[in-house]
């Protein structure tokens, strides 16, 4: 009920603010409606050099002796070459009922209309090359660096930083050491990596003797000083700073809770500031996403491989598709996984589960031995060759032939670095090898990996930052997300071109969304996406998803069949497209953008945000399908306007979910669960539901009491011109509901909200309506009138029930 729903025709374009931040964003190439124009116009420029860049690759394909990347021929390269001796150890029979399991799936490849998939094609058409041809390979020269650091003085306080552990760590020790040293307003000197930073124990690995190695070696450097200084950040190199006899050490581990803070207070008149690694230092109250994250992406954008690192990077991807294709002739793609199931990883996951400090860590090594699962879950195509990166050196080989063994049966086919490490690399450093695997996942189309694994989830990021699609196989959080404040929830709603006096409700609710920028905001539109609202939506950095469900037939037959019962309980069974949309949100497990991600937050349109969400302030342990909260009265059932969505569950329970859903004597009508979509998630996922409630600070409605810490606030019921309307003529469609908002907290959350949506007469309206009513005489006025001072008007409990559905009718007559 009060779920936004269909009818006028109303459009009116309204002007889009943007932000000075909006507008800095790039766009993404997975806006489908912008992708194709604006593909083919980025393009157009290098048109030579990708035909060049062809003619190069048949050149290259022709000479380059196949062996040059074929394994060498150390001991494990046997062991792991060959997928038959994976398939060995697995039974065939347990494989085929896993596959017949999961066939349930198959939805989630079939289904999306035409728009889709081109989208889709053209999307994986950008992943692969034309990304590598757009940030190509073109560095700025000395001299333009020289020219531009003219532009960027150092300052006058210089700080040095150490980097630790392996790769990933390394690559975030950069980031941090930058990120503390702009905060203190010090200029960073460059630092000295490492070779190899395996960790044995839990303490860091920093950089000495022949383990050093110059930043330059690893990744492109001008390159880097160039685009950090256009970012307004400069870099010295270490023969540019002063002699490390001019430094002050210092230790981070020694400052408290408050880092900058304590380095500022303490230290803030030492000239020059050496510490030591400032890896996940900094705690996350300290982190300010909003200040923290330009510089972040800045960082992380300008660390590209080192020329003769990228050459690996690019012969590895060849290699890897030249051994995935079928039949002579190269696979046009490929995916990654990166497997984290090292002898060290299984002992890791033991220690951080149990770690005593009340953090509820339980996702470390889930569902890795059930991979293939998690693969079809995650919708990966058998078609395309599937990299596996692993450190295999430490992988437990029978551990390896169980995992790898469940792949080959399901009919992936299996790649793994034994196969295609140019034998030039094999002399290169351990973080040089991890350094090139994770630029290759950057080139494939699909990348999995493991969310508590900080190589995994840093390319995760990045992907995603990419506009790339990217996931993880192991359930629950993002554990390094409150130290590296750019993760994005996804957040979607439906919407359609018919529903014009509900705009201003999703203006308010998109750009809430954008003030706070930690939601990646997804629509699953309906219609003619040239209305003004269609347009208005792709310019507000909205990613537009046109979706038509599978069921869309089979429902309207039910619909129409039981006619006349359904329209007893509602009249939204007279309009088949707002039966379908309303029905669209049983379909995010399957829409293909959406097939990336492990939680979504869904909600109607007529919402706004308070307050920055993220993943974990969903309270951890994260729920095991689906969580949603009271709709008029705290009873079961719930209301569907806000989702927290598991979507790999419901992924695997999809089709039993549709089997239930169009299989119901009552047609639409669920008894005792409600009409409609929000009656069948009710009784779908009755257990879950009433396990684990959505907290009400994420589903909080203006007719109850006001809520300081309210994340999102949800329009349930009368919407803000009904309202007014109420004001007006004293009639409200909803009995008390109307009095009880501008008797509650109503007015507190409209002045807020209105702000979204100056333009709009009904948002300034409510919000001097609502000054005039803090009028304490006014307001005693207005509350004799309703006669509302006495609780004896409630709906009586045993009535309560009756009382919603109700409503709910009322409401879908509008
Ligand atoms: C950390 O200290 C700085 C400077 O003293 C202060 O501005 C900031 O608010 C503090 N941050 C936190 C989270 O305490
Ligand atoms: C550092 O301290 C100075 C005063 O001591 C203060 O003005 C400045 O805001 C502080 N900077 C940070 C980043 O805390
Ligand atoms: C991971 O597995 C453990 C043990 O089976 C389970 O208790 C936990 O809920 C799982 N975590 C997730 C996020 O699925
Ligand atoms: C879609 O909307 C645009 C702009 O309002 C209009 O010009 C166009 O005719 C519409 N297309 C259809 C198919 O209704």
Redesign the pocket.
Same mark, same amino acid.
């Given at each position: 009920m009060g779920r936004l729903r269909v009818s006028a025709r109303v459009g009116r374009e309204g002007r889009g603010r943007s932000s000075a931040r909006e507008r800095s964003r790039s766009s993404s190439p997975s806006r489908w409606s912008q992708t194709p124009n604006a593909l083919i116009s980025r393009l157009r420029p290098y048109t030579f050099r990708v035909l060049g860049c062809i003619a190069f690759l048949g050149l290259l394909y022709v000479a380059w002796p196949r062996a040059s990347y074929k394994a060498s021929n150390r001991a494990r390269a046997v062991e792991f070459r060959s997928p038959q001796a994976w398939s060995n150890g697995v039974d065939v029979d347990d494989a085929a009922t896993r596959r017949k399991a999961v066939a349930g799936n198959s939805a989630v490849t079939t289904g999306p209309n035409l728009a889709v998939k081109v989208t889709t094609n053209l999307r994986d058409l950008a992943e692969q090359g034309i990304n590598a041809i757009l940030n190509g390979r073109t560095s700025p020269t000395r001299e333009q660096l020289g020219e531009l650091l003219t532009t960027v003085p150092p300052k006058h306080q210089t700080m040095r930083f150490q980097v630790c552990n392996g790769f990933a760590n390394q690559r975030l020790s950069v980031v941090y050491g930058v990120l503390l040293a702009h905060r203190l307003g010090r200029t960073p000197v460059l630092p000295v990596l490492m070779r190899d930073g395996i960790q044995r124990t839990d303490a860091t690995v920093t950089a000495q003797g022949a383990n050093k190695v110059d930043f330059s070696e690893v990744y492109d450097l001008t390159y880097f000083l160039y685009e950090m200084a256009k970012a307004g950040i400069r870099i010295l190199e270490p023969h540019e700073a002063p002699m490390h006899s001019a430094y002050m050490d210092v230790s981070l581990g020694t400052l408290g809770a !408050?880092v900058?803070?304590a380095l !500022?207070?303490s230290y803030g008149h030492v000239r020059h500031l050496s510490v030591d690694c400032p890896l996940f230092k900094m705690t996350p109250?300290?982190m300010n996403q909003h200040e923290d994250e330009p510089v972040i992406w800045a960082a992380l954008d300008a660390m590209r491989p080192a020329d003769k690192l990228y050459e690996y990077v690019e012969r590895m991807q060849h290699a890897i598709k030249q051994l995935g294709g079928v039949g002579g002739k190269p696979a046009p793609k490929y995916n990654f996984l990166h497997l984290r199931m090292e002898n060290d990883w299984v002992e890791h996951c033991k220690r951080w589960s149990s770690i005593p400090d009340g953090v509820v860590r339980d996702n470390c090594y889930n569902n890795t031995e059930e991979m293939d699962v998690q693969l079809r879950l995650f919708a990966f195509s058998t078609d395309v060759p599937l990299y596996v990166a692993s450190y295999w050196d430490d992988v437990d080989p029978d551990r390896a032939k169980a995992v790898m063994g469940r792949l080959v049966d399901a009919g992936y086919r299996v790649i793994t670095s034994a196969e295609v490490f140019p034998d030039a690399m094999r002399s290169e450093g351990r973080e040089m090898r991890a350094l090139v695997e994770y630029h290759v996942g950057f080139g494939a189309n699909r990348f999995i990996g493991n969310s508590v694994s900080t190589f995994a989830a840093l390319a995760l990021l990045e992907r995603r930052h990419r506009g790339q699609w990217a996931a993880y196989y192991n359930g629950g959080n993002l554990p390094i997300a409150p130290y590296l404040p750019v993760h994005k929830l996804p957040w979607v709603f439906t919407y359609n071109s018919w529903s014009g006096k509900y705009d201003y409700m999703l203006k308010a609710a998109v750009r809430s969304a954008a003030h706070f920028n930690t939601l990646k905001p997804y629509c699953i539109f309906d219609g003619n996406t040239s209305s003004p609202i269609g347009r208005w939506l792709v310019d507000n950095k909205v990613t537009m998803i046109r979706h038509v469900p599978t069921w869309r037939q089979e429902l309207l037959q039910k619909a129409q069949a039981r006619m006349k019962e359904n329209l007893q309980h509602s009249h939204l069974y007279k309009n088949p497209d707002a039966l379908v949309s309303t029905f669209q949100r049983v379909d995010l497990p399957v829409v293909p953008i959406l097939d990336q991600y492990t939680y979504v937050l869904y909600t109607d349109a007529d919402v706004y945000f308070r307050r920055a969400i993220h993943l974990d302030d969903f309270g951890l342990p994260l729920p095991r399908s689906v969580s949603m909260s009271y709709e008029f009265y705290k009873m079961f059932p719930y209301n569907a306007g806000i989702i927290m969505a598991n979507l790999p569950t419901m992924r695997r329970n999809y089709k039993k979910f549709l089997a239930m859903m169009l299989d119901n004597d009552n047609g639409l009508y669920y008894p005792n669960y409600g009409p409609a979509d929000q009656g069948i998630i009710n009784k779908f996922y009755e257990h879950d539901l009433r396990s684990q409630m959505l907290n009400q600070a994420f589903n909080t409605k203006p007719y109850n009491d006001f809520d300081p810490l309210s994340y999102l606030i949800h329009y349930h019921g009368p919407k803000p011109h009904e309202y007014l309307s109420y004001l007006d003529t004293g009639v409200c469609d909803f009995y008390n509901v109307c009095e009880q908002g501008f008797l509650k907290s109503l007015c507190q959350y409209a002045r807020e909200w209105a702000v979204y949506i100056p333009e709009e007469m009904v948002a300034t309206r409510l919000a001097d309506s609502c000054t005039w009513l803090t009028n304490p005489t006014i307001m005693s006025v207005f509350q004799k009138k309703t006669g509302l001072v006495q609780p004896g008007q409630v709906v009586p409990d045993d009535k309560k029930q009756e009382f919603t559905q109700k409503t709910h009718h009322r409401r879908l007559r509008l």
């Open positions: !408050n900058t803070g !500022n207070a109250q300290e």
